[in-house]
């Protein structure tokens, strides 16, 4: 597999179809059996694979089974949720616990273990000390939206390394330029994209979008721009790639860029369906999927250094009452936009969401909120 390759398989039978995947990308060649290789998904939030915020542990499965047929011996899965989740609430409920006992690999909570601060290209980031102990990180991300960032996918899912007060620290950057170079403080050295079901529009998930779809690839520059072209934004909309291609972590180059899509027979036999340039637009991906209500209802918010989960708990609110009717009233009695984020602490103001407005006049408790405290805060509002 070369570097400018996007592979991809489609189906249902999610571990055995990453198995076939991973074989026609000679994933093996990379690795021998001492290298301590690393799987880090997205366990984001508690909730299940088909919601389309986290990784499906069949296709982690299938990667761990893959490994230990090719006599791959020191395998672990290392992750952590985002503020206001606990990582070990998403490692029961996902279904990682029964895959940890079954394979006989460890899981580390990155909430639970040390960090130290790192020089990542001049930008100094905090960063779980086991990083280190990894020879080889295989990158699981799932493909879905970001309500701040727009796309998540392979940069962004190394956020899942630093501690929690880094990530808090991130949003006060601005999210991008902190992505960007955190991608040059922790190498990904092969990339496993779970692209069935992900939400195109938030981040934790709720509205799944069903592709049924598994991609390798070994550039994650080359990837998110992929990424980007899939949901219909300009890689330039996405500016923390960008900033990574500038630092030398991948090209984004999508005229360069080979798409193979593959195929498994009834017997289990892969074979190579069809390729052709990333540009063109592949026959299974259905751009009009993803309905840009989310960039409508944002116009009411204003987000300064706002964290996800904090933001995820606002936005789902506003759809809903897009949903009900209701959005273009609520915009037409506010006096302004409604405030989030933590450049918002200590601040006044009118209508605010999050411990960061608790100064505002009226605002909604929680570090995160609650979506239903936040959406009946705005319904009351309204009335």
């Not at 991300?141 to 501690?163: D, E, F, S």
């Not at 989960?309 to 009717?325: I, T, V």
């Not at 609520?330 to 601040?347: D, R």
């Not at 407005?357 to 570090?367: D, L, Q």
Request: hydrophobic share 35%.
């Amino acid at each position: 597999m070369k570097r400018n390759q996007i592979f991809k398989i489609y189906g249902k039978d999610y571990k055995d179809m990453t198995k076939a995947l991973l074989e026609v990308s000679n994933l093996a060649s990379m690795l021998n059996p001492e290298t301590r290789i690393g799987i880090k998904p997205n366990l984001v939030t508690p909730t299940p694979a088909e919601y389309g915020a986290t990784t499906h542990p069949e296709v982690v499965a299938g990667i761990i089974e893959y490994l230990q047929e090719n006599g791959c011996r020191h395998i672990v899965i290392i992750e952590s949720s985002w503020i206001g989740d606990k990582t070990s609430e998403a490692y029961e409920y996902c279904g990682y616990r029964k895959i940890t006992e079954k394979y006989h690999v460890d899981f580390i909570d990155v909430q639970q273990e040390p960090y130290e601060t790192y020089d990542c290209s001049g930008m100094k980031l905090k960063i779980c000390k086991r990083v280190e102990e990894i020879d080889f990180m295989i990158n699981v991300p799932v493909m879905k939206g970001h309500g701040q960032t727009r796309i998540t996918c392979a940069l962004k899912n190394m956020k899942g390394l630093i501690p929690n007060i880094e990530k808090r620290h991130f949003h006060t950057m601005g999210l991008h330029k902190p992505i960007a170079y955190l991608s040059a403080g922790i190498r990904q050295d092969f990339i496993v994209v779970d692209h069935i079901c992900g939400d195109l529009e938030m981040e934790d998930g709720g509205n799944p979008v069903e592709t049924n779809c598994v991609m390798t690839a070994l550039d994650p520059v080359l990837v998110d721009s992929y990424v980007c072209h899939l949901l219909g934004y300009e890689i330039s909309d996405v500016k923390y790639i960008g900033l990574a291609e500038t630092l030398g972590i991948g090209s984004s180059n999508l005229d360069s860029c080979k798409i193979s899509v593959y195929e498994r027979d009834e017997s289990g036999d892969v074979r190579l369906k069809k390729e052709f340039p990333a540009p063109l637009q592949d026959d299974y991906e259905e751009k009009s999927n993803y309905s840009g209500n989310l960039l409508e209802v944002s116009y009411a918010i204003e987000e300064a250094d706002s964290c996800s989960a904090c933001y995820a708990s606002l936005a789902p609110a506003l759809l809903r009452l897009k949903e009900e009717g209701l959005y273009e009233q609520l915009l037409e009695n506010l006096p302004g936009t409604i405030s989030i984020g933590q450049g918002f602490t200590g601040k006044t103001g009118y209508l605010g969401v999050g411990n960061c407005c608790s100064a505002f006049e009226r605002y909604v408790p929680g570090c995160p909120p609650d979506e239903e405290a936040v959406y009946h805060m705005l319904l009351e509002y309204i009335k």
